[in-house]
């Protein structure tokens, strides 16, 4: 169940403060989320009516040149069932975590639900998560200590680090948390971190990922929903979808539609 703020398309793209009331919208009552229906099936408009709206929050950037500024985020039985094209839980993580322009926002657009009922996307709330720690874990996690695998091909969303902290100094939104529950396991087995205690930091990591688990919700996207957080502020993941995949085409299973807005050196937006 989730209680992100739900919102018209036709009248956020309709009258004479069209597109900024989103941004107003999702800075500010929808705490960094929101959800916006547009109504039909015409998703081509859709998407184009999607880009005027999130560009009231940011520049929209095209982070793989070659899709567009939309990439598919389809469903292959063939794919590792833990990433993004896999039929797995994806666990809750924050998109292009090393990167030292990582993206303010993510917006989600489905074309088609899971005919099976499953692959909900979740989200959870980092600041809540981290405010549940205890000032020796957050001082841990605030070490400029970790490092993570660095995605390639990626465009416009600045240079990978060799190392930063997970949380920052402040937790305000001025700069993001660099989460992904991903990293645990590698925290555990002593790699991708460079602390004087490796161990100390592991488990403060590890209790951070519970933190962040019990502040998860869950939201089933439907076609013609469009879906946008702060990644600042939320992790985000997909439940496992249905089973009985192999029973449905490609062009039947799920299928949303992914971008990315503000790419400045911290977001560089409202």
Known sequence: MSDVLTLDG????????????L?????????GRALVQFE?????LNLELSLSLLSSLGPVVSVYPSDGCWSDLSVSLAADPGRTHGVGENRLHVDLVDRDRLP?????????ADPVGGGASALADLWQAADALSDTDRRLLAEPVFSYFADE???GVGESLEQFPVLPQRIDGSAPIRFTAKMGPHLDRGELVHAEEPKS?????????????VCRSTIRLQPGDLLIFDQHRYAHGRMPLGDGQNCYPADERRLLRQTYIGAGAFGGTR
């Open 10 to 21: 036709r009248e956020l793209t309709s009258g004479p403060y069209a597109p900024g009331q």
């Open 23 to 31: 941004a107003d919208a999702v800075t500010g009552p929808g705490a």
């Open 40 to 44: 039909g099936q015409d998703h081509a």
């Open 104 to 112: 303010r926002y993510i917006a989600l657009y489905c074309v088609r």
């Open 153 to 155: 091909g990626v465009h």
């Open 201 to 213: 930091t592991a488990a403060a990591f590890g209790r951070f990922v519970n933190a962040v688990s």
